[in-house]
């Protein structure tokens, strides 16, 4: 979303964590997304476009560097663009070094493994990340293949909204690049009681399946949905 000051355009970039094309404005008969519906409707909405890795970190390296995932040498979650790339200007970083005003709240580079310098506010670089223990899988995997109301589920994605119209309000008349990333709906697929109840599962189409196809696919294809790569 962008909004011109003196003909330099204002950006807030809104990053959202596994989102797919299920949303009113695609035409998705069932899902209810009214304030994502007016945003396209205010927009531009693109009816053609892809995903250049079907995995967090090396996506995320690709939208912020402009590079592809086999340019940028990140291919898992665990790699940091700066070891690959260690010259690379990311998105916010272009802005920043012209006269923009640059913060981000929520996860933007994937796990913490920030470009530091790019940001004024937010951007911390926690560190490289490591391959999770047997033991630390397995227990991931048993905590997020759920479907359940869960009341505080998503409660970091309202401090990263509340944080988005505060810097909004404090800085909108001057040149900025805002980016608020929310976590949900990566899995699990837990929400406040209230958003289960906006739905009836009766009007909830299932994909079809077909088992014979399903039988050809490799393994890592058909996994539970608690995350179908997770290193």
């Not at 009214?34 to 409707?41: I, S």
């Not at 759920?146 to 800085?171: C, K, N, T």
């Amino acid at each position: 979303m962008t909004r011109a000051i003196n003909d330099q355009p204002n950006v807030l970039l809104i990053s959202i964590h596994d989102l797919n094309t299920h949303l009113g404005c695609f035409g998705n008969p069932v899902v209810q997304s009214p304030n994502l519906d007016r945003l396209a409707e205010r927009g531009r909405l693109f009816q053609n476009h892809v995903c250049n890795y079907p995995l967090c970190g090396p996506s995320r390296a690709s939208l912020l560097t402009g590079r592809r995932p086999d340019s940028t040498g990140v291919l898992d979650n665990l790699t940091w663009f700066r070891d690959t790339l260690p010259n690379a200007v990311t998105l916010p970083a272009h802005f920043k070094a012209h006269g923009y005003f640059t913060a981000r709240q929520g996860t933007v580079f994937h796990g913490g493994m920030d470009d530091e310098a790019a940001w004024d506010v937010g951007g911390n670089f926690i560190g490289h990340r490591q391959a999770r223990t047997p033991e630390e899988e397995k227990d991931r995997e048993a905590r997020h293949d759920r479907f359940e109301p869960e009341a505080d589920a998503g409660a970091h994605d309202v401090q990263a909204a509340d944080w988005a119209v505060e810097m909004l309000e404090q800085h909108h008349r001057r040149r900025f690049f805002i980016t608020a990333g929310f976590s949900k709906p990566h899995v699990p697929l837990t929400a406040p009681r209230r958003f289960f109840d906006l739905y009836d599962p009766a009007d909830i189409e299932l994909p079809p399946t077909d088992e014979a196809v399903e039988a050809r696919l490799p393994k890592p294809a058909t996994r539970p949905n608690y995350d179908i790569f997770i290193r």
